[in-house]
């Protein structure tokens, strides 16, 4: 297991690229089940976890592969196998996400149900209660889930929004399941994320009729088959997030390349309200730091509020403000296994069920600390960069399943973070 070695305090000045969205591409891979052939998805990032659901895909039947550019080749023409397996679903909860397109395609599907994980219980009922509503009949058996529509599923009005509002994967399940329904299906309270509405574009142009793209209502005429397509995927806003905290606590300055503001508004407002500047710039922006950083108020919630994906890193940079800030985490509100990793390196943190609230401290010190989950251990790199002294981060496995090679691509613009082996 690699370890990162991080020095600090530094100042970051200088460009960086941001990749294509991690969460954008894994349903984007999986909408290539829903159509025999060969689909080409470009601008894929070269993490772990794409590779983890690569070989998903190829369990399924499917031939996955990087050409020469980098883009990610599916050939579905053969899904003999329209499992999702245990082994591979522990590692990533994302794997639901081939639920959908497998019934879809095959009739039947059988995949392993995710657990909880660092996060939180992460459930699944919405999912299955959409597919249910399309005509699926699921049933639970040794672990997994067994969805069956020998003759096709119908389209339907549905509701999917559950008590911590809509959900990201399980609009992308029953949107993908309801492009090849018969009839129409409406999905209200569906997730606006711009991942959502990139994998709707992605299915229109694989032949399916989806309406109401980036809003809380889908309507979906369902068609008899689709297409493969060749298709791009987005820019990573929390990728881009993150970057921008590293300008923003290290008072340094930092242009972002292949950088969509305009999904990022909530996450812009936040940090000009503590006194970064963001400005837009060619495909991208440039941001801007400095000390004192001004305390503020967060609330994470689906799209287009406040992301529960950068909770973790903002929750650093206001630790060093001058002042108190409260975080209140409203989408996974157990989401907070960086806070007493934080507190070793000096911060102040106090939770309070979904809240925390984070007293100012003029500096982070440097201190072995544990990655936990994705976001978290970015946070903790970032608490690295600002922090006195040598920080160490374990478990480094955890960021780069969201953050391809971040040393290679910090270091050039002033970091100084070693990658070891334990
Ligand atoms: N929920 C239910 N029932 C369900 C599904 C979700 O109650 O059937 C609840 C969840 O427990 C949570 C809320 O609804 O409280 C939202 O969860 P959602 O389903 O939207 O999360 P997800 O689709 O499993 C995706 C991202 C996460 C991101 C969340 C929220 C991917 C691969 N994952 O997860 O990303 O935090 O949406 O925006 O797209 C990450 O990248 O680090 C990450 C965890």
């Given amino acids: 297991m690699d370890v990162f070695r991080i020095e600090g305090p530094v100042r970051l000045s200088g460009s960086v690229q941001i990749n ?60 003999d196998n329209p499992v999702g397996e245990y082994d591979i679903v522990r590692k990533m909860r994302a794997s639901i996400c081939i639920l959908g397109p497998l019934l879809a395609r095959c009739g039947r599907a059988e995949v392993s149900m995710p657990g909880g994980c660092a996060i939180g219980d992460r459930p699944v009922n919405l999912h299955l209660r959409g597919l249910q509503e399309l005509g699926a009949q699921i049933h639970l058996k040794n672990g997994y889930i067994v969805a069956e529509a020998p003759s096709g599923l119908t389209g339907k009005e549905i509701f999917l929004g559950g008590p911590f509002g809509s959900t990201v994967l399980g609009t992308a399940n029953v949107l ?19 991942e959502i509405a990139n994998l709707a574009d992605c299915l229109n142009k694989m032949g399916a009729k989806v309406s109401g793209i980036g809003s809380p209502r889908l309507i979906i005429e369902g068609v008899k088959r689709l297409h493969p397509v060749e298709f791009e ?35 812009v407002d936040r940090l000009r309200n503590v006194g970064v500047t963001v400005e837009p710039k060619d495909n991208g922006c ?135 082996q334990a």
């Fill in 20 to 79: 294509g969205s991690k969460n954008a591409a894994l349903p984007i891979m999986a909408a290539a089940i829903l159509a025999g052939g060969k689909s080409t998805v470009s601008a894929v990032p070269n993490l772990s976890d794409i590779s983890v659901f690569s070989r998903l895909l190829e369990k399924l039947g499917c031939r996955v592969s990087r050409n020469q550019q980098g883009h990610v080749c599916i050939d579905s023409t053969v899904i």
């Fill in 176 to 194: 993908m399941a309801a492009t090849l329904a018969k009839g129409r299906t409406t999905i209200e309270s569906a997730a606006c994320e711009p």
């Fill in 233 to 267: 995927v987005i820019p990573d806003r929390i990728e881009a997030g993150t970057f921008m905290v590293a300008a923003a606590i290290t008072a340094g300055e930092l242009a972002l390349r292949n950088c969509r503001l305009s999904d990022m508004m909530a996450v």
């Fill in 286 to 420: 440039v941001v801007a730091g400095s000390f004192p950083i001004k305390p503020a108020d967060i609330i994470t919630q689906p799209y287009p509020g406040f992301p529960t994906d950068l909770q973790a890193q903002f929750m650093v940079l206001l630790s060093l403000a001058n002042g108190n800030s409260v975080i209140i985490e409203k989408v996974f509100p157990d989401r907070f296994m960086h806070v007493a990793e934080l507190n070793r390196m000096a911060a102040d943190l106090r939770k309070e069920g979904p809240v925390v609230i984070v007293a100012g401290v003029k500096k982070l010190i440097a201190a072995p600390v544990m990655a936990s989950d994705l976001r978290a251990s970015a946070a903790l790199v970032l608490a690295g960069l600002a922090a006195e002294g040598t920080t160490t981060i374990n478990r480094v496995y955890h960021i780069d399943r969201g953050y391809e090679k971040i040393e290679e691509r910090l270091n050039p613009v002033g970091a100084k973070i070693a990658r070891e």
